[in-house]
């Protein structure tokens, strides 16, 4: 909604409103996990913080293309 607002405010064309505003409630990519364990970093936090995403964004974007 957040992305929403702003976008909207800037009166940018509504395609891009769109997209934008999908796009931010995709969930993270998974490369994350992936490079963390590569740089010897948490990767189990980082494949948690993938997962919570991942499954936000299962209500977050239904919920985007009914009210956007």
């Given at each position: 909604?957040?992305?929403?607002?702003v976008?909207s405010?800037l009166h940018?064309?509504p395609?891009v409103?769109?997209?934008?505003?999908l796009?931010?409630g995709?969930?993270?990519?998974?490369?994350?996990?992936?490079?963390?364990?590569?740089?010897?970093?948490?990767?189990?936090?980082?494949?948690q913080?993938?997962f919570?995403?991942?499954?936000?964004?299962?209500?977050?974007?239904?919920?985007?293309?009914?009210?956007?």
């Open positions: 909604a957040v992305v929403f607002a976008l405010l940018l064309e395609m409103v769109g997209v934008s505003t796009l931010s995709m969930p993270s990519a998974s490369l994350t996990a992936v490079l963390a364990a590569k740089y010897g970093r948490n990767y189990e936090f980082a494949s913080v993938v919570f995403s991942t499954v936000l964004s299962m209500i977050t974007i239904p919920l985007m293309t009914i009210f956007f």
